[in-house]
């Protein structure tokens, strides 16, 4: 089974859907929480964490470097020995020590797509433009900003919504079935990633598998 490390800065709303899928779901026979790790140790996804009984673990990240602090989180999941890195709704900038010391192996979910948005509140975006539709995007992270290979994408139907509340409803919906699904996929060997597409400076070989 795979080890996931889990990290999140708040709510772990889709935390949540991927232990539910590990516990009893998709990735059952698939994969094993490792950790719920938060740079914020108030976060309540990580209390929501511990209940469903998952390791935890945070460290706090205001006012740190980010090379420091992320050289710092490195240590800590390597404890853990996590396969993958699945960020949920972790509200940070990855630093390239942290892109490259788990390079290629880890995953992030964007509420739009990659291509036309990138950073936060893309829910926001979506609403404000008035926008048909919106594409939640699972892709591998890599030292852009929301620039690394997609791996699913999945559209959300945003006609006759007249609420950000409502977006975000519709929103998180698919983001829940459609981050452990891609995860399933990638865990049976379903998706083909290709390393040229990862913009990563130097990857560094330490016995995992790489794309
Ligand atoms: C989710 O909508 C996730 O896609 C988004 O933050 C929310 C976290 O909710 N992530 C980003 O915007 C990353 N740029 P959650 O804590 O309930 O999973």
Redesign the pocket.
């Given at each position: 089974k795979a080890r996931l490390a889990i990290l999140?800065s708040?709510?772990?709303?889709?935390?949540v859907a991927l232990v539910q899928a590990v516990q009893h779901g998709v990735l059952q026979n698939l994969a094993e929480v490792a950790v719920v790790f938060s740079n914020k140790p108030e976060a309540p996804?990580l209390k929501t964490a511990a209940a469903l009984g998952c390791p935890t673990a945070s460290l706090g990240s205001q006012d740190r470097k980010r090379a420091e602090f992320d050289a710092e989180v490195v240590d800590v999941l390597r404890q853990y020995q996590p396969d993958y890195v699945v960020l949920?709704?972790y509200?940070r900038i990855l630093s390239p020590t942290f892109i490259r010391a788990f390079a290629g192996r880890i995953l992030?979910?964007?509420?739009a797509d990659t291509h036309q948005h990138q950073?936060?509140h893309?829910y926001e975006w979506a609403f404000e433009n008035q926008l048909p539709e919106t594409k939640i995007t699972v892709h591998l992270v890599d030292e852009g900003l929301?620039t690394g290979p997609i791996l699913a994408q999945h559209p959300v139907d945003l006609r006759g919504v007249d609420t950000l509340a409502e977006v975000e409803r519709r929103?998180?919906a698919v983001?829940h079935t459609l981050y452990a699904d891609t995860l399933a996929g990638l865990l049976r060997g379903q998706l083909r990633i290709s390393n040229e597409e990862l913009r990563i400076g130097s990857a560094d070989s330490d016995g995992f598998p790489q794309f």
């Open positions: 999140l708040g709510r772990g709303s889709n935390m996804g949920a709704g509200m992030n979910i964007h509420p950073g936060l893309a929301d929103g998180l983001e």
